[in-house]
């Protein structure tokens, strides 16, 4: 067994192994030093502090964030996190890999990513909306639907896109649908939207699982996570053939090698709120689930949670990132020298940001798809833009993750080198 490497300094700091990704690839496609310092950096950080009434009439301060990381292909995109954790240097991470994300399924979207401190668990509903709405308001110098389109990430779905669109809208003094993505239907929001980003997970692994010789009929899953990423990606995966064996959310897991029915631990979690205690299936731990004998493992919960480790542990053989920056670049190097397949977050999530530009452009054109129509073009995307990691990994003899970069920052290198620098 592989000995766990001592994790080197800010091995989990988001931002500098955001930067690490970068640099690898800036390396390969030889970057000059200007194009390389101005796209290693955000372009725009907005940080705000804001009163929340609460309801036992107390006011509260809360920290959020608005980051843009580069917007030279088009207005930024990226969702909100709600979590007690987040911080500046995790919300610029992500606002990097969404500009990646963006560019290699090569829609016409920068990159974003907005956050608020907080527990959305101990807040009430009144709270919650009182929140949201204020941070909308806070962050309005930057958001638009020209300029900065959010969308939902952790802890925020289409309510909390509801309440900020009518922010947007009542601070305009008419209705800006396409202020966000990832709205409720009967407000502009699209069909597909919230199953996307799962769907788009089930799309790609079956990519790879047809580039490994892996059938899904015979494959084994464990999903780490269980909100919109995880419990899609479950389900699609569960009605393409595959053995879901392992589920795990905030409070723990579940395991039962001979495959967990996903449609019924659905109806049990909604029965009992939780995925604890389900008929045929033995409790693990997070920890646990990610070293589970499966093929393939669906991390979509949080960042860094395959590091140096535990990578030497792992024993899937491919790895489908669902969530934003699960793997440290640390735990990358492992994983590759174990032969072990990783796609991407930048391509295995991006099926929900391309059905928030389906969203945004049916906005603009007040004119709406039906989900056949969307599902079928999200597809064709995530097939085109996996050919074109898959071949330039194989063309550089690197890893899927640095083949995705090779696309994607090339893209945005192109774009920024012939605007030119302003003035
Ligand atoms: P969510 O809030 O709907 O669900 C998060 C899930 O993770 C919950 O089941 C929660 O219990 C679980 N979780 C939280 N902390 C955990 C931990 N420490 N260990 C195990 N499980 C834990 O969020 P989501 O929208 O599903 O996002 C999940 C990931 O996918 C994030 O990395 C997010 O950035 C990424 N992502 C989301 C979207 C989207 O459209 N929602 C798109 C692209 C990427």
Known sequence: MTTAAAPSLGAENPWLNAQRQFDNAADIL???????????EVRRELVVRFPVKLDTGDVRMFEGYRVQHNTTRGPAKGGLRFHPETSLDEVKALAMWMTWKCALVNIPFGGAKGGVVCDPRALSRRELERLSRRFASEITVLIGPESDIPAPDVNTGAQIMAWIMDTISMEAGY?????VTGKPLDIGG???????TGRGVTIVALEACGKLGIDPGEATVAVQGFGNVGSVSAELMHEAGFRVCAISDLGGGIYSPDGIHIPALLAHRSHTGTIERFAGTTPVTNRELLELPVDVLVPAALE?????ANAGRIQA???VEGANGPTTPDADSILERRGITVVPDILANAGGVTVSYFEWVQDLQSLFWEEGEINRRLERILQRSFGQMWRQAQAHTVSLRLGAYLVAVK???DATAVRGIYP
Do not use: M
């Not at 699209?190 to 996307?196: H, K, L, M, V």
């Open 411 to 413: 893209r945005v290198a």
């Open 175 to 179: 209705s800006v649908p396409a202020a």
């Open 190 to 196: 699209s069909e597909g939207r919230p199953s996307a």
């Open 317 to 319: 053989r491919l790895v």
């Open 304 to 308: 860094n949670q395959i590091t140096a």
């Open 30 to 40: 030889e970057l000059t030093p200007g194009l390389r310092a101005v796209l290693r």
